[in-house]
Structures are given as C-alpha cells and as structure tokens.
C-alpha cells in the first residue's frame, strides 16, 4: 500500500468504513464536521446507513439502536456535542453495548470556541455519564494513529462488549499527514449472541439498562469492573521516546505529545537528558509503567491543553516517587514547542518543592504572564 | 441670487436599539436586515431597557453584540427554554430569541414546541435559510428536496433524509400560541411586511397572549454558492413555494390592531 | 533536518492549495510532512494560513513560532510575520500586494510581483503557484520537477488543463533569488 496525504477527520472516517462500519449517526459541530461530510458521501455510495441526526442526542441513541443489533456502529462530535451524549453513553455502558464514538475536543467550557483543547479529558476518561463506567479512551496523536486506532477500535469494542472513545483534538482533526490506510474489510452483518435483530428461531432477547433490583445492579456492576481489569491488564499502550537515558521526562498525551516531541529534541540538542512519555491509552492508563519510570527521575513535567486534567491522574499514580512540574494553555491556545522547552529547562534548572501543587506554580506564572498583577 | 440654506432632514439613522459596530455577517446576509427590523420595532414601542434578548447558537450567535439591550446567549437549540426562565421571572420585560433554522427545528425541536405549546408570552424571531450556516453549509430541517448542501452531497433525497419541516405550520396548531405567520426578506415590499408581523408579534406579547413567533426566509449566499442577487432570487423561485408567506395563526384580540 | 515553512494570505488566494501542493511532492520525495491550516469560523473571507512542516524523522509538532521559511501574500501577512522568521530564514512576498519593503536584515527577503506575472501568464489565480515557485528556489529541499508530479498526481483531473499554466507559473516564481543577508 503508498501513502496518501490524508486530513485527520477524513482518516478516522475512512479507517471506520474499511473496519466494515455499518452506520453511522451524526451532527454537524466543528472542528469534527468533515468526518461527517465525508461519510455523508461515502456511505451511501456504499450502500451504508449514514443519518444525520437531529442533534447529538438524537445521534446517540440511533448509535445505541443500531449497536444493539449488532452492527458496527460509530457517531463523532466535538466536546458541546458530547456533553449532550452523556446520558446515551451511560445507557449504552449500562446494556454492554460494543460502540465506537470519537471526540474532536475544541475549547470549553460552554460553546467556548472551536480551536484544539483537551479538556475533556475528566468528562470521558472518568465519566461518560453517570453510574460507575469505564469507558476504553484512546488518544492518537498522529493521522497514521488514529487509523490504526479506528480501525481496531471496532474489534476491541465487541470484544468487551464496551465503549471505545477515540479522543482526538481540534489540531488532529484538521492536519493533513501521510498515511497509509488498511484493506477494506468485508462488510458483515454480525449476529452476536447477546443482539437484538428478531428472535427467529430462538428465544427471544432483551437489552436494557434497567436493573431494578439493587442486589442485581450492584452484580452487574461487580462483573464489569472484573471486565474492566481485564481491559486494564491486555490493552494498555503507550509510547516512549528517548527515555533510556533519561533523568527527565514529559508525560503528554496527543497533540500535546507530538508538540512536547519537538521540544524534547530540542532541549536534548541542548544536553539535557529528557524524554517523553506518551500514553495512548488513557483509560486504561498506563500506570505501572509511569510509576515505574518515575522512580528512576529526577522530574516529571505533565504537559495538557487544559487545566492539569491528567496532571492529577499522574500525581496520583507516581506517589510522589519524582518532583512533578506542570505547564498547559487552555481553552483552544496550543502550547509552542519552545514554551514546553522553557518549562523542561525551568524543572531542571530550579528543581521544585514537592509539598507544594504543581497547579498552583504554574496558575502563579501563567497568570502574571497573561493576566499581570499579582 | 441668494440661495436659502437646505434644511438639514434626517430620514434615516441607526436604530437606538442598535450598536454602532459592523457586524461579522458575510456580505449580502439578511441577518442584518432581520437584526435591524427588530431594532426598529423595539425603537418604535420604546421597549430597549425593558427588554431581554435570547441569542441562540448560529451564524447569530454574536447578535448580543449589535442588539443594545440586554441579551444572553443559549446552549445550541434551548433559547426557548432559556427565555421562558426570564420571562417568568421577569413577567413585565419583553424577552425575544433569535434562531436559525438547525437551531430552533433540528436540535431545538423539543423547546420551541414546548414553549409555544405552554403558550410561553416570549417573541421567536426564526431566520430559515434553508441550511446550517456557522458550519458550513449543512443539510437543515428547512433544506429543500434535491438541494445539495455539504452534508447532503448528492441533494436531500426524502427518502432517505426526510422531508423539510414547514415549521410555522407546524407550531400553529398549538392551542398556545396565538401569532404564527411567515414572511420574507427577499425584497423591499417584503421586508416592509416583515417589519409589520415582527411588530404584531411584539404586540401579542405585549397584551399577553402568549407565544408569538415570525418565521422569515432569508438567505445564506456564502454556502449557497451564489450571488446576493441570485440569492434573493432563489427565496423568491425555490423557497417561497415551498414555505408559503402567509398568517398561521392570528389570536382574535390582534385581529384589530393596525401596525 | 527539519524545515517549517508557513504560507499566509487572504482566503481565496489559494494559500491553503499551494501548502497542500508542497507536501504532496515532499510525501512523494519520501519525506515526513505534516500540513496543518489554520481554522477559524471564517466562512467570511479574512486570513487564511498554513503551516507545513518537512523533515527527514518522525514530526513533533506541526506548528512553529519561528518558521524557516513564510511565504506572504498580502500586507497583513507581511506585517504579522516579519518578525517571526527564524534569522538567516527565508521571507517571500508578494510585492503586488504590500506597500512597503521587508525591513529585517537577518533574513533572505525576495519581493515577488505575484499578481502581475499571474496575469502575464493570463490567469490570476496562478499567483499562489508564482510564489510557490520563488520558495522552492530559495528553499532548496524540493526540486520544481517534484512540485509539477504532485500537480499531475493529485490535481483532479478535470483541472489537468490548468497544468501547462501552472508549469509557467512554477517557474517564472522560481526566477526570483533572495539577496544574500547582509
Ligand atoms: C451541541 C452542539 N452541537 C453542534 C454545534 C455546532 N453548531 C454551531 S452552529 C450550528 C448550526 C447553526 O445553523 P442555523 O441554526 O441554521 O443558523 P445559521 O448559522 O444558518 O444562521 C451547529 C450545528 C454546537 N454549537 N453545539
Ligand atoms: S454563512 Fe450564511 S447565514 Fe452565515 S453570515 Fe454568511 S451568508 Fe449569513
């Protein structure tokens, strides 16, 4: 297969449609809109189900529908979109349910602005909706990523029987890389033994999210956190770079990771002995690796484009075993390389007081660089 | 010969309802000419300070900034429901929202119907422009069969996509509201009578009679693909057919009101 | 060895195709390339720029802050980047659109009459072609030939009758050297 040059939106839709995606539901927001009107071609000259739902609510539910009968079912939005999807995703963790869903994230909160964040990081990663859930959130940080994530995705769904979150950003959705794109896969309609498509021939079924009796619901949700230990023990994932050697260490995820990428490089051309720590898989976390790796550093620099969402996650799981500095910009400001290579000089150079937050020596900065005053 | 000095004669100025800033509006939009009827009509009834504006999520999501009253800003689609916890806490203000067309008849559906049918004493100003604008030119619930929009390449094939929603039709036949009309901003006689049903439907609201709501057919030339010109043509040939321009619903007590 | 180049200008210019066009010749060069627009809820009109970034490993970001090389075609443009080119980077503008010289003299500053040779060629929409050609002749990392097999290849082919033109524009640009920095 050759490469082509592909936009991130249009990748993750095509990657879906060649994992043998049945139907897709969706609502125009930006910056996701050209998953949507790529597919609003696409699918039908595929003879696919392709709807344009009446909001994210409605596209949501016609996900739920249709994944309950079995089908490869996907819906993509941006992160006012997703909010509106909350409760579907619930009900859908609730009936075990295998779909596949991607957020675009833009600038919150509120309609906020349509530049590239990542602050629904807490929203997905430990939400998606009320009830005790767990949802696989993956974050590419690249277009050949998010193809390879995509087009498994839909396997690692039915697999568990859950919710995959493709977790992209503004940035990833509009980029344009060379990538290669797999073969299509036969388009099949599957007919799993828990779906709902007519019980012709066997005894009828029922999907619900409906537990009315506690001691059963607290059941149902015993087994899916034993579920999810398995998720956390096969599917994990993360990439390093340059930690061999390294005494410091940038923990980013997506487009924060490949600009922190830049500013490793750089601050390694300088002699500094810094790596970078890149987890895809943000629920499951990498975790033993991280606390690993902490214990031998000297410092942790967390960089996020939002306010330190995953920055508690890491101060929680390296316990304290490494100083941890932070930086991030916020609502749709993406961080340049030479600000994270500021900060990486800056946790070498003045090594900091471990009793004191890391959010709150970078609040101070931050807002007498912006703001002024003290 | 001496000549007398001309009188100076203001005709025609800003409405004191509107700010003196130039709006984000792509060139040949009838947004701008719905926001200044609106302003005008608010100037006439002498309402500015008792008034409070609802924008909703669109290419008009700024209207806050050229309305000069008071006005906030609704999620995508709940201006309705937004209004409707101003005015009834404030029942003496006039309290108005402005939406589009994916915003108040795709994912706002369940709002408009449900304040017009608790007969919610607010003015729904709907601009219909047969696509979702801030977007980029999406299939709406007004979309047309057979146009092609970036969501609906091919054109709207009802049999697949469904068909367009005459929404004023729709809400009229709820008992609570009592002035529903359609008009349109394709041309000076036109937007003069569009002016005329904003002014009743204040007026409605002003007596008390509940929901009101002028639906008015406007242009989207950007994503359109066409000229202003060719535009304003279009609502004429293609829209207005489809949405005819009439009253829906009159309460009886307006049946003498003269603008 | 990495280069960012960023080319800025009025929608409509074409500044979003040509970036798109250079990273289509250094993917078939065999070269990383990331090409990244800047995005905004500009349906009407207003700037439009493009980042593009070539390296010969796997790209961090695809943004920069000092560009190596910023192709400008309108006074705003030149305004907003002159300062930001990395020193002894390259700066191209379009002389037909700005009223003023590039003051910095760290850098190689070329003024190409984009506008003007586009309408010599008799069409005007070549001029983001023109500049395209001037920043690969001060550039060095892309030869024009790999430019004009993107064209072919990746151009819809009912466009292929703009190739010849596109072809005269290409090289006419790539007539215009920056001074050396003085
Ligand atoms: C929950 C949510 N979904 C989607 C969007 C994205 N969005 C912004 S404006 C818009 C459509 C607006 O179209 P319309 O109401 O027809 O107004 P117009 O722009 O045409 O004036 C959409 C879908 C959003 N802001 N919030
Ligand atoms: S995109 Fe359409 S609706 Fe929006 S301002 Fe432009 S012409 Fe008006």
Redesign the interface.
């Known amino acids: 297969m050759t490469k082509e040059m592909l936009k991130g939106n249009v990748a993750i839709a095509e990657a879906a449609v060649r994992a043998g995606l049945n139907a897709y539901f969706g609502y125009p927001i930006t910056p996701q809109t050209e998953l949507l009107e790529y597919l609003s071609a696409r699918m039908p000259e595929l003879g696919r189900a392709f709807v344009q739902a009446e909001s994210e609510l409605g596209a949501v539910n016609m996900v739920y529908g249709a994944a309950c009968t079995g089908a490869r079912v996907l819906s993509s939005s941006s992160s006012p979109g997703i909010s509106l999807m909350m409760e579907g995703i619930s009900y859908i963790y609730g009936t075990e349910i295998p779909v596949v869903l991607v957020d675009v994230m833009r600038g919150g909160p509120g309609l906020g602005n349509i530049a590239p964040a990542q602050a629904d990081y807490n929203q997905i990663v430990h939400g998606g909706g009320h009830g005790d859930m767990h949802p696989i959130v993956l974050a590419p940080a690249n277009v050949q990523e998010a193809i390879d994530i995509t087009y498994n995705a839909f396997d690692l769904a039915e697999k568990y029987r859950t919710i995959v979150v493709i977790l992209a950003d503004g940035s990833l959705g509009q980029i344009m890389e060379p990538a290669e794109l797999p073969e299509m896969k036969p388009l099949l309609m599957r007919q799993p033994d828990w779906a709902t498509y007519g019980a012709e021939g066997r005894p009828k079924r029922f999907l619900s999210s409906i537990n009315i009796d506690p001691a059963k619901h607290e059941i149902f949700n015993i087994r899916m956190e034993q579920r999810w230990q398995k998720i956390i023990a096969n599917e994990i994932r993360f990439k390093e770079y340059y930690l061999d050697d390294a005494k410091y260490a940038v923990v980013a995820f997506g487009t924060s990771g490949r600009i922190a990428l830049s500013a490793v490089r750089s601050a390694r051309a300088k002699g500094i002995p810094v790596g970078l720590f890149r987890p895809v898989s943000l629920a499951p976390f990498p975790e033993q690796a991280l606390y690993e790796l902490s214990k031998r550093l000297e410092g942790l620099l967390v960089v996020e484009m939002n306010n330190g969402q995953m920055l508690e996650d890491v101060i929680k799981i390296t316990r304290h075993q490494t100083p941890i500095d932070f930086y991030a910009r916020t609502g749709g400001i993406v961080p340049m390389p030479e600000e994270i290579e500021a900060a990486i000089l800056r946790m070498v150079e003045e090594p900091v007081n471990t009793t004191e937050h890391p959010r709150d020596r970078w609040l101070a900065r931050l807002s007498q660089e912006l703001i002024g005053g003290s | 010969m001496v000549q007398a000095a001309l009188e100076e004669q203001i005709v025609y100025s800003r409405p004191e309802s509107f700010t003196a800033v130039q709006t984000?509006?792509?060139p040949g939009c009838t947004h701008g000419t719905a926001h200044r009827l609106v302003a005008e009509v608010i100037d006439e009834m002498e309402i500015r300070e008792k008034t409070v504006g609802v924008a909703s999520?669109g290419?008009s999501?700024f209207a806050y900034n050229y309305f000069n009253m008071d006005f906030v800003?609704a999620?995508?689609?709940r201006a309705p429901a937004m209004a409707t916890g101003v005015k009834r806490v404030l029942p003496d203000r006039f309290v108005f929202t402005y939406q589009g067309d994916?915003d108040l008849a795709?994912?706002g559906?369940g709002e408009i119907v449900a304040a017009a049918a608790r007969g919610e004493n607010i003015t729904v100003i709907f601009i219909n422009n047969a696509n979702?604008?801030?977007?980029?030119g999406?299939?709406a619930?007004t979309t047309l069969p057979g146009q092609q929009t970036?969501?609906?390449?091919?054109g709207r094939d009802v049999e697949?996509?469904g068909f367009p929603i005459r929404t004023a039709e729709l809400l009229s036949t709820l008992d609570g509201a009592s002035y529903v009309v359609r008009r349109s901003l394709h041309d000076p006689k036109n937007i003069r009578m569009a002016k005329k049903a904003i002014r009743m439907a204040f007026e409605t609201q002003k007596q008390g009679l509940g929901f009101s709501m002028v639906e008015l057919l406007s242009v989207c030339p950007?994503?359109w693909g066409m000229t202003p010109y060719q535009a304003n043509q279009w609502v004429q040939s293609a829209m207005v057919p489809y949405y005819p321009l009439n009253d829906f619903k009159v309460h009886p007590a307006l049946a003498n009101f003269r603008v | 060895m990495q280069t960012e180049i960023i080319i800025a200008g009025f929608g409509g210019q074409g500044v979003l195709f040509a970036g798109q066009v250079l990273a289509y010749a250094a993917m078939d060069q065999g070269m990383h390339v990331t090409w990244i627009p800047s995005y905004g809820p500009e349906m009407r009109g207003g700037t439009a720029n493009c980042t593009v970034v070539i390296s010969d490993e796997e790209i961090g970001s695809p943004i920069v802050s000092r560009p190596t090389v910023v192709v400008a075609m309108n006074k705003p443009s030149l305004d907003k980047y002159e300062n930001m080119v990395k020193t002894g980077g390259v700066f191209i503008v379009n002389q037909s659109m700005v009223d003023r010289e590039v003051e910095r003299k760290d850098i190689h500053s070329v003024m190409v009459p984009a506008n003007e040779i586009a309408e010599e060629i008799g069409d005007k929409r070549m001029t983001n072609m023109v500049m395209l050609g001037a920043l690969l002749a001060n550039l060095n990392i892309l030869p024009v030939d790999a430019v004009e097999k993107a064209l072919k290849d990746h151009l819809p082919v009912k466009h292929h009758k703009l190739l010849p033109a596109n072809r005269q524009a290409l090289e006419k640009g790539s007539s215009f050297i920056a001074a050396p920095v003085s």
Do not use: F, K, L
């Open positions: 984000h509006y792509c999520v290419c999501v800003q999620p995508h689609g994916g795709s994912i559906m979702y604008g801030m977007t980029g999406q299939m619930p970036s969501s609906s390449p091919n697949v996509m950007t994503n």
